[in-house]
């Protein structure tokens, strides 16, 4: 079966600090890859998506960043944070050519 | 956009009671729709999906209902236990992979 992997759970880090969330992907090949913020008590935000390695297209221009290096592997970066960073961010998958997601557990980021 | 800057709007029910909550879509080129069940600090869960071709699909205490003439979204929850309450997405499929989701609903249950 498929699972989902997200870390950390939670992160608390000083305004212009660097970022690097990760999202991991097992048992499946070539899924779609998504990021998603959560503002508190909000909707879903999406951010980033990637239906390849190497491959990725920005919902939403800011200041973070997303890579795929491997194909069952998301990373969402910053090079500085800000405090309007804070927030729920969720990564997700679904298979190639299909369009049901599955989540995973979500990081808790609160800039300070 | 709308989904993520609002408030989610809240409905509230009594244990044992059905739910439903509402969604509306814009685009009627939509073919495929799902709800999800986000509960406190978790990601959201599918619930629950209902093809363009569909009026009406039924799962286990819940009920999926189209009206494509309206492009209206409901899901219906029978018999509402404390476990239900959670906020509830819609979410509409107007490109291939990227799914257009809905502002969502917070579900409270009182016993």
């Known amino acids: 079966s498929q699972t989902i992997h997200q870390w950390p759970a939670t992160l608390v880090q000083p305004v212009g600090s660097p970022l690097s969330l990760e999202c991991t992907v097992e048992?499946?090949?070539?899924?779609?890859l998504y990021w998603y913020r959560q503002a508190a008590g909000r909707g879903l935000q999406l951010l980033f998506y990637?239906?390849?390695?190497?491959?990725i297209s920005s919902e939403v221009p800011q200041n973070l960043s997303a890579s795929r290096p491997q194909d069952r592997q998301f990373i969402l970066s910053s090079k500085k944070l800000l405090l309007s960073d804070s927030g729920f961010y969720l990564c997700?998958?679904?298979?190639?050519?299909?369009?049901?997601?599955?989540f995973g557990p979500g990081t808790r980021l609160t800039v300070l | 956009g709308e989904s993520v800057g609002l408030h989610l709007p809240t409905l509230s029910v009594q244990e044992g009671d059905n739910s439903i909550i509402n969604c509306a879509y814009s685009?009627?080129?939509?073919?495929?729709f799902i709800w999800y069940k986000q509960e406190s600090g978790k990601g959201p869960q599918f619930i629950i999906d209902?093809?363009?071709?569909?009026d009406k699909r039924q799962g286990q205490r819940v009920t999926v209902l189209l009206n494509k003439t309206v492009k209206h979204l409901s899901l219906q929850i029978a018999a509402t236990q404390p476990g239900d309450s959670a906020v509830y997405f819609c979410?509409?499929?107007?490109?291939?992979?990227?799914?257009?989701f809905g502002r969502g609903t917070s579900l409270i249950v009182h016993p």
């Open positions: 997700a998958w679904s298979p190639s050519g299909g369009t049901e997601q599955f």
């Open positions: 685009n009627s080129a939509s073919d495929y």
């Open positions: 209902i093809r363009s071709n569909m």
């Open positions: 048992g499946t090949s070539n899924p779609n």
């Open positions: 979410a509409e499929n107007r490109r291939s992979y990227i799914p257009t």
């Open positions: 990637s239906v390849g390695i190497g491959q």
